[in-house]
């Protein structure tokens, strides 16, 4: 199986895409917040954040490079995995790892959970800071190597708001053809 064509690559809005579980980049609260975040509570309404307060009332804040799973309210995917990336502080503070810790979690409770197609969006390129051209190499290559370890998951698509983002993933996906 050629698992690097499974991943797919889009300009666009994640709340529109309709996948068995979109990926949100939100922060430990689960709370909500603007950015992706944000967007993806707007869309799917009040039922996502009933279910991030039972998560953290049942467990604990999520822990950064740690992801949980919801509802997905009312958009057309069928949950929401609401991961927590690093924020950048340079590079030298685990930010790889944990970015990439982010993609691995993710894709293990979609697989957990049944879900063959799964949409993300750039974690961490946002508020968070993380240097797009560094976090498209972390996301292809984490991707890679965890659609070996769930091949249940039959396709990843990228799914890039901006065209920096959107250019710099381009380019790692090329370097797989
Ligand atoms: N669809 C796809 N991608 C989007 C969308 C959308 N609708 N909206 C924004 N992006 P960010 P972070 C892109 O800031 O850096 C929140 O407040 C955006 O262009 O959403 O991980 C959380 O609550 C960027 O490339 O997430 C946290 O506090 C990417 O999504 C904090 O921001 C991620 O940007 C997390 O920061």
Redesign the pocket.
Known sequence: MNHNAKIELIKG???KIEVDAIVN???SSLM????????IHRAGGPAILEDCRKIVAARARCETGNAVITTAGNLKAGFVIHTV?PVWHGGNQGEAEKLASCYRNSLRLASENRCKTVAF????????GYPKKEAAQVAVQTLLHSLVQFPEIEKVIL?S??EE?YQHLSYQLNLLK
């Open positions: 809005d994640i709340t980049a939100a922060n909500g917040g603007g950015g992706v975040d944000g967007a990336g969006p750039c974690i961490s390129t946002g508020i968070y799914v708001f901006d983002n």
